[in-house]
């Protein structure tokens, strides 16, 4: 079929051999790509109740069938069994990887076992090459990247990698794309760092061709008229995520001093307008992508002048400006790059930063465990040295790196009701109070409290969705047919590996007609939607399959204690609320009352069919 | 009477008038603030007259403090 | 009439190169595509380089079978029949924006007069001039 390569790659670290799958006719129609592929093929491949860090749990990279091509806005997929919270995780980067992937001549390209010692792998379109990384280990990712690309002579072979944090098994480590791009979320380079898998290199010369290149052409040219006439996009492309700042500042949505408050007067000298008089210097973008959200600049003033960088996005600016309080623009870029090269996700390492320094004002942690570090919220030297820590798992670094709900457990005191984490996910920076429909999200995400998986505040604030009113961001009423049906889409749309920024601007309709003129495969909206709720159920029983329970949501005191600012102060994320919103979402889902899909649900899904194993041996 | 403006992000440069204070005649709508500020022929995604969300045809108050988003889509 | 470019507003999405690829292979590759960006300066920089129809094209010079012509409108171009394949037009170019694919010389001839690329840039980094003669 058109728009795929139609081949998987398989690599096996411990053998150090590889072999190619043809890609079953029957996946395409059945899950699309992206998350729907990743999902089958790992649901087959891990060995059921397999520890996360085990050589046999499977890293896939994913793409869909428009990557690669001129449809705009197209991220790749990165799926494993998560380190840190042991759940499905699905994570999603830009950049130029997966383009590449495909040009190789893949769809996907799974990797399993372990090498005996450190190796990077070098795939140049159906030639796979093992090589010793013993001189990489140890580098940070920017020096990985350059120092693998320099080898390799080709500028255009694009590599991903881990730092020292994904070599050391920090459970929020993260996989860096060149250049700046990451799959940041659940832990997924330190399933790199178990397979003592440094970095991947990846090219290739074969072109993907299209069904309809006439139609092709008409509906991309659509699709970028859609994203041009977007105020949404264009307030990406001008001022890049963190154009959210204000909104959720004066909401009381954002993670100030670990979500002890929704809003900051520091907020001003934190928004576009400080990063853009201050950092950025000229717009980046991912490939094929007109938006160019990336903002490419260099710190100019203060201790950390000099370093060329790129814009830090609205979750991390939440997450470092916001919870650990540190305001500068300088700072929070450098901070943010920090995290980057030691290969540390930015939300989850403000979130335990942030909790460690609560727990330290609280006198929860001992001064002989930070070793004489003055932790304070705003002081972003002590807060530079803690990262360190936490990426070589030194000192109390060693305890935050595996994960806030850990770390708290490690601590005791009562330390948990501030370790703020829902389903084990650190919580990013749009807190649930005074959003339903967003608590409701995090506790029912496939990877954990993620805002990805589901972004009600923006129905709740405007008072409509598509199926018409919205109830007001602290009412429950409508939030699990929203959440339900949000879920749904976004699942089918990230079978396309779509970027959410893209879909900012463009429309269901033109995602589906892109789809159908690239490959032939014309859904409806219905059938569109109901690949993405055969997704959803799918990793729902891969997660129950792994042991996942509902009781597990476990959300924070701190998020069932009223927010004490913003428009949305006095309002909290009760377990009255998390009750009942269960309920409504279980009965929408045509679950039962513990979360599991009914067998008259999977049928009517068709999830029975995928059952069986796509491949049988080597 | 005049209420309290803060225009946000790219919709600061479409504004036509960006000051703070607006004045307005007694009664008017969140769309005749919207008019008055250059942003009549835009629809703004979002908002927001001390602290709730409003439409176009709610009425302002004298010392309403008003806030204009442009979008709110997730990061 | 030539391509010019502003490599400040070039946001290294490939777009062009996308749109030349499929237009002159009918297949998305950008390293198909007549034209390349190059990244400089820890990725602050990214700068396409393109074909800028040579005063004194050395890639016409290289050729040994003639397959490579300057046109009255200034356009240097190859003939796929007459091309040999033997790569020493894209050892010659001065900007390495000659493809060697399949065994023959690809290079931009700025589709007739309505580049493809020019249209795919979202940012204007690269546009048309038209040029007055030295004549």
Known sequence: MKGYMGKILFVDLTSRTHWERDLPDSMPGALIGGKGFGIKLLYDLLPPGTDPLDPANPLVFVSGPLTGTSAPSMRGCLVSKAPLNGMFDDSYFGGHFIQEVKYAGYDAIVVIGKAYSPVYLVISDDRVEFRDAAHLWGLDTYETCNSVKAGLGDAMFRVCCIGPAGENLVKFALVDFEPHRQAGRGGLGAVFGSKNLKAVAVRGDKGIEVAYPESFTEVVSQAHKELADSGDTQEFAKCSSVSLLPFSNEFGFLPVRNFQDGSTAQAESMNAAAHESRVWMRHWACAGCPIHCGKMGMIKRGPYAGAICDNVEYESVGLIGGNLAVNSVEAMAFINQTCDKLGLDTISTGGVVGFAIEAYERGLIDEASIGGLPLSFGDHKSILELIHQIAHREGLGDLLADGVVKAAEGLGNGTSGFACAIQGLETPAWGPRGSAGMGLAYITGDRGGCHQRGFPIGYETSGSWPKGEMADGWRLDGKGELVSWEQNLLAALYSLTICEFGRSGISYDTYRSMLAAATGLSLSEEEFLLVGERIWNLIRLFNLREGWTQDQAGVPQRFKEALPSGVMKGHAFSDEDIAALLEQYNAARGWDDSGRPTSRTLGRLRVDELMEPLFEGK | ?75 | MRLYVDASLCTECRLCQLACSFEKTGAFNPRHGLLRIDVRKSGLISEPIVCVQCENPLCVRACVVGAITKGDDGVVVIAPDKCVGCGRCAEACLHDVIVMQEKKARKCDLCNGSPKCVAACPTRALRIVEEVSQG
């Open chain 2, 1 to 75: 009477m005049v209420v309290n403006v803060k225009i946000h992000g790219t919709l600061k440069d479409a504004a036509t008038n960006s000051c703070d204070r607006v004045e307005l005649a007694e009664g008017a709508t969140v769309s005749d603030l919207l008019a008055a500020v250059g942003l009549g022929c835009r629809t703004p995604a979002l908002v927001i007259a001390d602290g709730r969300a409003v439409g176009p045809s709610d009425c302002l108050a004298d010392g309403s403090q008003v806030s204009i988003f442009a979008r709110v889509s997730g990061g």
